[in-house]
């Protein structure tokens, strides 16, 4: 167990539906990271939260959003899905400043 | 921008040495990570450099020359779990965000 928990693990849902993907940083983590891997793609850069304020923005989709709470969980909501919205979506936590990441194990969407 | 380059897949036997290379290209360089990720799991941190030269952590090395745009990760003594992909990760200056490369799937072969 990472310390990163993300829920739920596997979603199947249909085109055109809204989801969203929950993610429990690490104790004592302020940033949360959201990156998108699709089959034998890499890891692609989402948003950054600090401490509940967006820090960074990558390559995401206006019908995607995202916001970190008080209590530093975060939210990615999707909204009208589109097939080649499926793929493996990651949170990843770190204190800040110089360190690396700790990664959730994930949430699969499968968008039909 | 950045833009990252690695193999996309190495095989190697068990017991050897494999190196996995990874170029890139930054305005404003703040680090390289490594990171192994099982097919379907999350990537799991391996290594970090951001000076130059090599860092060691037991059976997996890393080394960073920033002039070259170059990192290499190796493995040595390879073992049958050790298959999976390799991703290198590179962090600009003023961001904490990565930048990850597409990862290098390695097999291991008896």
């Known amino acids: 167990d990472s310390g990163v928990t993300q829920t739920p693990k596997h979603l199947i849902t249909a085109t055109g539906q809204r989801v969203t993907l929950r993610c429990s940083p690490r104790s004592g983590d302020l940033s949360v990271y959201w990156y998108q891997q699709s089959l034998d793609q890499g890891l692609q850069f989402l948003i950054q939260y600090y401490n509940g304020e967006e820090r960074a923005k990558g390559n995401i989709l206006e019908r995607f959003s995202a916001q970190q709470f008080p209590d530093l969980h975060s939210e990615l909501n999707l909204s009208s899905l589109e097939l080649g919205d499926s793929a493996l979506y990651f949170c990843?936590?770190?204190?800040?400043?110089?360190?690396?990441?700790?990664f959730g194990s994930g949430t699969r969407l499968t968008v039909v | 921008g950045q833009n990252i380059d690695q193999p996309t897949e190495m095989t190697a036997t068990e017991g050897a040495i494999v190196q996995i290379n990874c170029t890139y290209q930054?305005?404003?360089?703040?680090?390289l990570f490594w990171y192994q990720q099982h097919a379907g799991e999350a990537p799991t941190f391996l290594s970090y450099?951001?000076?130059?030269g090599l860092e060691e952590k037991g059976r997996f090395s890393s080394f960073l020359s920033r002039s070259k745009g170059y990192s290499y990760l190796l493995l040595k003594e390879l073992q049958m779990k050790d298959s999976a992909s390799y991703l290198c990760?590179?962090?600009?200056?003023?961001?904490?965000?990565?930048?990850f490369g597409t990862g290098t799937r390695l097999t291991v072969i008896p």
């Open positions: 930054t305005s404003g360089f703040n680090g």
């Open positions: 450099n951001v000076l130059d």
């Open positions: 990843a936590s770190s204190v800040g400043g110089g360190s690396g990441y700790t």
């Open positions: 990760a590179v962090r600009h200056i003023g961001a904490n965000n990565l930048f």
